[in-house]
Every structure is written in C-alpha cells, then in structure tokens.
Nanobody, 127 residues
Framework: QVQLVESGGGLVQAGGSLRLSCAAL????????MGWYRQAPGKEREIVAA????????YYADSVKGRFTISRDNDKSMLYLQMNSLKPEDTAVYYC????????????????????WGQGTQVTVSS
C-alpha cells in the first residue's frame, strides 16, 4: 500500500489562499485517480476535488468550484490542491487518497487497496 503524507495547511483569514501538498510514497500513484477529501468537526468526510490518473480531467464539489484547483505530478508522486478565496466553511482536516467512481460519480469513499488515510492537514479559515 501507499503511504500518504499531507502538508500545507494552516490558519488563514477569509479570502486568503493555501496550497496543500500530498506525497504518495509508492510506485502505483500514477495509475490511480486521486482526490482531496475533507472532514469538518461533526460532519462526515466528503470529497472536494478529484483528478484522473493522467491529469486530463478534474472534478470539483459545487462548494469549491471556481475557488480550488487540483493538480498532480506523476513523476514526483505528488498531488496538490490550490485553495483560493477561502471561506470559514472550508475549515476542516484535509486528506488525500485514491478516488473511486461509483455510478459515474466520485464517491466520498476512497478506492480500496491504495493506502490508509494519512494524518491529514488542518485548514482553519477565520472570518
């Protein structure tokens, strides 16, 4: 399995920006669709962005569309999330993992047998 290490979170004022990074330590990264997930206190984990294995196609949840940009570097086994115009409701722990498509829709559950959840990175947006 792949080890996932997220970084780049922090405390930012509303309207600010952060760039999250995810290191996927393993050789199979380039063959998987990947996603960024988040979990806010008291809420279930949700997928906020996904990218196909080649990087040719992306998906964004309506809540982040137009503000977040997902990208990947397969040569470096890295996944990124550029977050602009941050809002207090973006406050959550952000995780990366393989993305799973079920019924033509990206699931909030990751693809199985890729890697366990990492420690995540905390994003806090103050109003």
């Amino acid at each position: 399995q792949v080890q996932l290490v997220e970084s780049g979170g922090g405390l930012v004022q509303a309207g600010g920006s952060l760039r999250l990074s995810c290191a996927a330590l393993g050789r199979v990264f380039r063959t998987y669709h990947m996603g960024w997930y988040r979990q806010a206190p008291g809420k279930e984990r949700e997928i906020v962005a996904a990218i196909t294995w080649s990087g040719s196609s992306t998906y964004y949840a309506d809540s982040v569309k137009g503000r977040f940009t997902i990208s990947r570097d397969n040569d470096k086994s890295m996944l990124y999330l550029q977050m602009n115009s941050l809002k207090p409701e973006d406050t959550a722990v952000y995780y990366c993992n393989a993305a799973l498509v079920e019924g033509g829709v990206y699931s909030s559950n990751p693809a199985p047998m890729f890697g366990d959840w990492g420690q995540g990175t905390q994003v806090t947006v103050s109003s």
